[in-house]
């Protein structure tokens, strides 16, 4: 499989490296394993996006959430949340879900957080005196991305807005004209509206992303709806139909 020129490189483990992303295949175990990272600015929302997310996954195929904070700065550290879940192909796709520390003070950490990342989820919040927080946020990423090697154009991403239910947010027209090559969703992430919509688009994104370098689906035998409908598999039946998309 690793033909000439392939960036695939076998480790001592066995497993696959493709590229400077962690996407990590373990063929004799039939395991895919991917970093997917939630940035953005301090309370924006990205811990909420994961507590979410972890309620509605059903419980056999999710870990425990780990929330690395202390009681008076909750956005020190960061979260960790391990997903799982099997394919029609016989495949075990693993997800690890990281978020960062939002705070400009945390770069290191954030740095950190990004190594490997196959995936991005960025976390604005979309009140207009956050404007600014957004903005460095996402310059701030863009140079950890590159200071780790990944390139920032390629990688799969998609941006939320979230705090729509606050007042004064920039109007879904703007952030649709100023976010125009990226997939924008709206949120509410406490109340749970738009939190799967982001996570869905972003699977999607990353399938298409290794399957375009790395012919993913012949190799594997692994389709995109293979892949999206495993992700559908492990979530509550009860969750709330998909918004548009902005
Ligand atoms: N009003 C409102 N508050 C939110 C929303 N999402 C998160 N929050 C609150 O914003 C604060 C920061 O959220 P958190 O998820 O910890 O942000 P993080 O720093 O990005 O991890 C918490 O008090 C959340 O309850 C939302 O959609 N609307
Ligand atoms: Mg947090």
Request: aromatic content about 8%.
């Amino acid at each position: 499989m690793n033909g000439p020129g392939s960036r695939l490189a076998a480790s001592r483990s066995g497993n696959l490296r493709l590229g400077h992303t962690m996407v990590q295949v373990n063929m004799a175990a039939r395991e895919i394993t991917v970093k997917v990272v939630y940035y953005g600015p301090a309370l924006s929302g990205k811990t909420t996006n994961l507590q979410q997310l972890h309620a509605w996954i059903n419980p056999d195929s999710r870990g425990k959430m780990v929330t690395l904070d202390t009681t008076d700065d909750r956005t020190l550290y960061f979260d960790f949340l391990p997903i799982q879940f099997g394919t029609a192909a016989g495949f075990a796709i693993k997800i690890k879900l990281f978020t960062v520390p939002g705070q400009v003070m945390h770069k290191s950490t954030r740095k950190v957080v990004l190594a490997g990342a196959d995936a991005i989820a960025f976390i604005a919040d979309s009140q207009r005196s956050s404007a600014s927080a957004n903005a460095y946020s996402w310059r701030d990423m863009e140079a950890n991305l590159k200071s780790n090697g990944i390139d920032f154009d390629a990688i799969p991403k998609v941006a939320q807005f979230n705090k729509r239910d606050l007042d004064d947010v920039k109007p879904l027209a703007e952030i649709k004209e100023q976010w125009k090559n990226i997939p924008a969703f709206p949120a509410v992430a406490i109340r749970g509206e738009g939190v799967l919509e982001t996570f869905q688009e972003l699977m999607r994104q990353l399938y298409r992303s290794i399957d375009e370098r790395h012919e993913f689906g012949a190799k594997f035998g692994l389709s995109e709806t293979d892949f999206l409908s495993g992700i559908f598999q492990i979530l509550d039946p009860d969750s709330p139909p998909p918004q548009e998309v902005v």
